[in-house]
T-cell receptor, first 113, second 109 residues
Framework: GNSVTQMEGPVTLSEEAFLTINCTYT??????LFWYVQYPGEGLQLLLK?????DKGSNKGFEATYRKETTSFHLEKGSVQVSDSAVYFC????????????FGAGTRLAVHP | DTGVSQDPRHKITKRGQNVTFRCDPI?????LYWYRQTLGQGPEFLTY????????KSRLLSDRFSAERPKGSFSTLEIQRTEQGDSAMYLC???????FGEGSRLTVL
């Protein structure tokens, strides 16, 4: 079946450090891939997405590249800020079906000054 | 404003009671989804509506759970005879990148 695996947290970084959160997936066909962010006390927000192999999604300084050969969609940011502290979820929508999202367990990021 | 309003935002109930959550998309959408998120986990799919038709239900949706979308606009999710294991955040989502409501948090004592 379809599934998403992401690195366990928490990830603790100093401000301006480089961020990588690993995400790998298992899916039939050609899924679309997403990163969502959940700030403390807020709902889920779409951060970025990629719909086909080699696509790069980007938003707010975050980037992720759809790598079909490694079935990965790692999230990166060159210089994190305290305001980036949140829980990050990798997710996929498999081709076909009803566009339901399959989420990873989430990775908590804590950025300190 | 995510385009989805959920009510109530937080419900505390005793085990065995029934609870109902409501989801109101601000604009018309033919598709509507319910998810459940437990502490420390990602959201899990519960069910999906195309207009008023419930087209898919997860195995997570036991017979104590029922969802409706009577006019193809708002939707309700009812849980009968709640159990402590039902404690979670119940999320409603609409398509267009799947916008999520802020959720209804259920605490079963």
């Amino acid at each position: 079946g379809n599934s998403v695996t992401q690195m366990e947290g928490p990830v603790t970084l100093s401000e301006e450090a480089f961020l990588t959160i690993n995400c790998t997936y298992t899916a039939t066909g050609y899924p679309s891939l997403f990163w969502y962010v959940q700030y403390p006390g807020e709902g889920l927000q779409l951060l970025l997405k990629a719909t086909k192999a080699d696509d790069k999604g980007s938003n707010k300084g975050f980037e992720a590249t759809y790598r079909k050969e490694t079935t990965s969609f790692h999230l990166e940011k060159g210089s994190v800020q305290v305001s980036d502290s949140a829980v990050y979820f990798c997710a996929l929508i498999s081709s076909g079906g009803y566009n339901k999202l399959i989420f990873g367990a989430g990775t908590r990021l804590a950025v300190h000054p | 404003d995510t385009g989805v309003s959920q009510d109530p935002r937080h419900k505390i109930t005793k085990r065995g009671q029934n609870v109902t959550f409501r989801c109101d998309p601000i604009s018309e959408h033919n598709r509507l989804y319910w998810y459940r998120q437990t502490l420390g986990q990602g959201p899990e799919f519960l069910t999906y509506f195309q207009n008023e038709a419930q087209l898919e239900k997860s195995r997570l949706l036991s017979d104590r759970f029922s969802a409706e979308r009577p006019k193809g606009s708002f939707s309700t999710l009812e849980i009968q005879r709640t159990e402590q294991g039902d404690s979670a955040m119940y999320l409603c989502a609409i398509p267009g990148e799947l916008f999520f409501g802020e959720g209804s948090r259920l605490t079963v004592l």
